[in-house]
């Protein structure tokens, strides 16, 4: 399988994600970090996101991010991250 996180850009995504949701109030970010197919992150939550989690706000953020670049750069690609499953077509 396709290392996700190797390109710095796919690596950018997760580090947008956080800012964003850390700027508004939603996390905070004890520590993070990203190896080449998984991350680890210390963080907490503070409040929601609207009706959403700020851990759902995230994987959400992020997956369509992926789906996004993946299908631009190489729509092949994309085939390694299929799911198969009835209520979604990636896993990230």
């Known amino acids: 399988m396709t290392k996700l996180l190797r390109p710095d850009r796919h690596k950018d995504v997760v580090i ?7 700027e508004t109030g ?8 990203i190896m080449p197919d998984h991350l680890h992150l ?3 939550t ?3 996101n609207g009706k ?8 959400k953020y992020t997956a369509h ?4 670049m993946l299908y631009k750069e190489d729509k092949r690609n994309l085939l390694t991250y299929e799911a198969g ?7 990230f």
């Open 52 to 59: 959403e989690t700020a851990q759902g706000s995230f994987l």
């Open 46 to 48: 503070n409040e929601l």
């Open 85 to 91: 499953d009835i209520n979604k077509k990636h896993e």
């Open 42 to 44: 210390v963080w907490r």
């Open 16 to 22: 947008d994600s956080l800012t964003c949701l850390s």
């Open 65 to 68: 991010e992926f789906r996004k």
């Open 26 to 33: 939603k996390i905070d970010v004890f520590a993070f970090v």
